[in-house]
């Protein structure tokens, strides 16, 4: 519970340093409380519950209408779709390639965090570019948990992915835009 708590404060307080005092710092923040949630769930029980991800793929998707609406452009809604779908899609191929390594829990987490970072990324292109770079540190992040629970356990076990998947999304939407 401390741990959930201590990292729900450091993710607020990344939101708040990348967007100051703004709605964006507000819906980042509630999204970010929602992964450490997720993260939490995932590493106790190795599932990622339908009625997080549901309601979180709503509200991500409603966050993302309202943006295009209050700015007036069409391409934030064009990319935070367009992100939303190109994470699913992503995610839902390797799901069906290998569902053992990659559970339908992050598959259904996947739409709303493609659609944060599409939202972020402003337009089609960049979100598919920022979908890509946020599954290719999941990937980086994943490995190197990996690396160190075969190092401590001393055999191979999987191990969730959801964690690597939120830590990426997080990290994608916080760092300094290139």
């Known amino acids: 519970m401390l741990a959930c708590s201590a990292a729900n404060g450091i993710v607020v307080?990344?939101?708040l340093w990348r967007w100051g005092w703004s709605s964006a710092a507000t819906a980042a923040s509630a999204l970010f409380g929602v992964l450490v949630v997720v993260c939490g769930v995932d590493?106790?029980?190795?599932?990622?519950?339908?009625?997080?991800t549901t309601p979180l793929t709503v509200a991500t998707l409603a966050v993302t209408v309202g943006a295009a609406w209050s700015t007036g452009r069409?391409?934030?809604?064009?990319g935070g779709i367009g992100g939303a779908f190109t994470f699913w899609a992503l995610l839902g191929v390797v799901h069906?390639?290998?569902?053992?390594?990659?559970?339908?829990g992050d598959v259904k987490l996947a739409p709303s965090l493609g659609a944060a970072v599409g939202l972020e990324a402003g337009d089609l292109p960049g979100?598919?570019?920022?979908?890509?770079?946020?599954?290719?540190?999941a990937a980086a992040v994943g490995v190197a948990i990996g690396l160190v629970l075969l190092v401590v356990r001393r055999r191979n076990e999987p191990y969730p992915f959801g964690p690597a998947l939120a830590v990426a999304t997080v990290f994608v939407l916080v760092a300094p835009p290139l």
């Open 127 to 137: 979100a598919v570019g920022a979908v890509v770079g946020t599954l290719a540190v």
């Open 74 to 78: 069409s391409a934030t809604l064009v």
């Open 43 to 52: 590493l106790a029980h190795r599932r990622i519950p339908d009625r997080v």
């Open 96 to 104: 069906l390639v290998a569902p053992a390594g990659l559970g339908r």
């Open 13 to 15: 307080g990344l939101a």
